[in-house]
């Protein structure tokens, strides 16, 4: 049985902010309090309220000190800048975990990363779904079965307000399928087709990028030869699916020692 633990939110006041602070609610765990930028109209406000739900005694902070007291596990939705920060600060505010869903981090913010997972155990994924993280093994083992003839292409949809592209489940999939290939995906990404010479490159992933309306996530990854094609493919119904996800990757990475993991080794996969 799951021990209820005290989680506190980045982003309480966001989409997925409130997402989790449901999901945490709705788990049996208390929310001890949670963080909004600067300057935004929802600091000081009962973070419960926020989530449209009751009361809980929890505010909004700006600054992590307060926002991350007594916390046992940090969950993290937000922009790599403030994520960076805010691990940097855990490990002395005596917060023992984190779970990270921030995504568009370059190579040198996953390096920092990597840095602090020597004080804390941190889950950091593209995605937290299920669903996506079996279509992640899946194409792993289809690009290994498959040889380099089979094109490869990668295709998401997000809503308009998206801001990275191509999204980190787009590259988390991307990764699986490089790394089924044996090769770096540096190596294998290529740019997208456009312009009157964008002739595809045998053996390269390429990447289609959609944003549209309110979409909540839609992933496609296709393996395509001469004669036939193989597509595997995940939709997002609601937004819940990742919150529900980073909660019970919160209550893993709360019996971890420091390290960094993924949904993998969450679930088993």
Known sequence: MTQNMN??????????????????????????????????????????VLAGLRDIGASAHAGIGEA??????????TVPGATLTALSALPRLGVKAAVIGTTGFSAEEEKQIADAAANIAI????????????MEALVRQAAERLGEDWDIEVLETHHRRKVDAPSGTALMLAQAAADGRG????????APYDGPDAKREAGKIGFAVRRSGGVIGDHEVTFASDLEIVSLQHTALDRAVFAHGAIKAA???????????????????
């Open 251 to 269: 209550e893993w990475a709360a019996r971890q020692a420091p390290g960094l993991y993924d949904m993998s080794d969450v679930i088993g996969l």
């Open 183 to 190: 090769k770096p995906l540096s190596e294998l990404k290529t």
């Open 7 to 48: 989680i506190a939110v980045a982003g309480v006041a966001g989409r997925m902010g409130r997402q989790l602070v449901k999901a945490a609610i709705d788990s049996g765990h208390a929310i001890s309090g949670g963080s909004e930028a600067p300057g935004s109209t929802a600091l000081g406000q009962d973070i419960g």
């Open 123 to 134: 889950v950091k994924a593209g995605n937290f779904s299920l669903g996506v993280n079996l």
């Open 68 to 77: 991350a007291k007594g916390a046992g596990v940090w969950i993290d939705f």
